[in-house]
């Protein structure tokens, strides 16, 4: 199991600034990606943004953010940034760590997706 624990939530006017934090225990060996996602109000859970784990550490992100959100790692703390800058209310919603092991079966790889708490962030106009 991993366990993921998220920090750096808030209220924020637009245009503000926040940092999102999430660190990972247990079994963080064999760690994939992570990445941040969101779930606003009546609408399905989105992918922000996504890193790999090893080698250079590949970054994604969803458009709606890129350009004011950059996501980075510290392997050595196991954990992962979320940093969010030129804040919209439209970026409101609960903020959800991920981390994702990919292991190798027998035939093939095989994922597992495990999830923070998730955070709150409320940009208000």
């Known amino acids: 199991q991993v366990q993921l624990v998220e920090s750096g939530g808030g209220l924020v006017r637009t245009g503000g600034s926040l940092k999102l934090s999430c660190a990972a225990s247990?079994?963080?060996?064999?760690?994939?990606?992570m990445g941040w996602f969101r779930q606003a109000p009546g609408k399905e859970r989105e992918l922000v943004a996504a890193?790999?784990?090893?080698?250079?550490?590949?970054?994604s992100y969803a458009d709606s953010v890129k350009g004011r959100f950059t996501i980075s790692r510290d392997n050595a703390k196991n954990t992962v940034y979320l940093q969010m800058n030129s804040l919209k209310p439209e970026d409101t919603a609960v903020y959800y760590c991920?981390?994702?092991?990919?292991?190798?079966?027998?035939?093939?790889?095989?994922?597992?997706?495990?999830w923070g708490q998730g955070t709150q962030v409320t940009v208000s106009s």
């Open positions: 991920n981390a994702r092991r990919r292991v190798l079966g027998s035939l093939a790889y095989q994922d597992y997706d495990y």
């Open positions: 247990g079994r963080t060996s064999s760690t994939y990606s």
């Open positions: 890193i790999r784990w090893s080698g250079g550490g590949s970054t």
